[in-house]
């Protein structure tokens, strides 16, 4: 690797996010760390927008250099990888493009890492009060630990192995040369190389106040497409590693498969079946409720009983899918939602 007196090494791929670039660029701008201690390297994965002008204006606006690189519409992970292959810093921390860091995001890492010499780390992300209610809603999905937190490292009570994810990880450089970069997988490419990064044996640490408020996607089509895909990822992983299945991935699809008997049994045994329909709506509810008061926002309350239930159906639908066509029918591997995937 280069050398050079950055700290860290700043990687954002982006695909036609010129809306949102802006908004992450600005937030790097306002860094309570030292602008010499890290750079930024923006890796455009084929954008046919206007994000290279979006750039030069937020440059121009803020007076922060910015390395900008383009390639071929190859996916994230080589996206990621070219940015690896450009930068100088002891440690490359990546974010997506549809991020927003906390002013104290990369300073907070810095006090974490000057006592410790670990090969990775990660933060969580969370939401900002200015965020739609559906972006709450889905973040409350995604933190809450009776669905993905206790596996995303949201809750104190983990029940997996805490994985480092891409829109809040870092690694230090001289692991990247022992491990290699990123892989090709379209979706889980971070999760794989955060595997490969523990498989070191070195220290990989979870920084609670290293965090970064994360928007994800807006709308409940686009969310069902994007957690199933991660169903069908985490299959694609097992049969790259069988370390990368723990029981807790598999739940969503047995939960799937419970509920879709319960809904057929309902039909012919209404007086035993239905009061459990009636059980699990009452969770839904307690879930809505406790979301108001999490984000003082009335309006999430309408939102999470679908977002719940889209999360676990999709993730677990897609987990079954590729689970029939890669482990029991052996056939090659499968990318689930891949035309219109991003509308």
Request: charged share 25%.
């Amino acid at each position: 690797m280069n050398s050079s007196n950055y700290l860290f090494s700043v990687i954002i791929p982006t695909y036609n996010r010129a809306n949102e670039i802006e908004e992450l660029l600005k937030s790097l701008a306002l860094q309570t760390l030292s602008y010499d201690k890290f750079e930024i390297i923006i890796v455009d994965d084929g954008s046919t927008d206007n994000t290279k002008q979006v750039i030069k204006n937020i440059e121009s606006e803020t007076n922060r250099k910015v390395s900008f690189f383009k390639q071929d519409h190859n996916g994230p992970g080589e996206a990621r990888n070219l940015g690896m292959s450009k930068a100088k810093g002891k440690y490359f921390v990546f974010i997506d493009s549809d991020c927003i860091a906390d002013p104290n995001w990369l300073t907070v890492y810095k006090e974490v890492l000057k006592d410790k010499e670990v090969a990775g780390f990660g933060g969580p992300d969370r939401v900002l009060d200015s965020f739609l209610p559906v972006q709450k809603a889905i973040d409350y999905s995604m933190t809450s630990f009776i669905t993905t937190g206790g596996i995303r490292g949201h809750s104190k009570k983990k029940i997996s192995k805490y994985y480092p994810r891409s829109f809040n990880m870092g690694v230090r450089a001289t692991i990247v040369d022992e491990i290699g970069g990123m892989g090709d997988l379209r979706h889980g490419q971070d999760i794989e190389f955060s595997h490969r990064v523990l498989s070191t044996g070195e220290p990989v640490i979870k920084v609670d106040d290293a965090i970064v408020y994360h928007k994800r996607r807006i709308g409940i089509k686009k969310f069902f497409k994007q957690v199933f895909n991660w169903g069908v990822a985490r299959v694609n992983l097992y049969k790259i590693d069988k370390g990368m299945l723990e029981l807790v991935h598999v739940l969503p699809s047995l939960a799937t498969l419970v509920i879709t008997l319960v809904l057929i049994l309902s039909f012919f045994f209404p007086h035993i079946y239905l009061p459990l329909i009636g059980i699990g709506l009452m969770v839904l509810l307690s879930m809505a409720i406790h979301s108001i008061f999490k984000y003082k926002d009335f309006r999430v309350f309408f939102y999470v009983p679908i977002i719940v239930p889209i999360q676990v159906l999709g993730y677990g639908t897609g987990f079954l899918y590729a689970f029939m066509k890669r482990v029991i029918l052996k056939k090659e591997g499968s990318t689930g939602f891949v035309k219109n995937y991003y509308k």
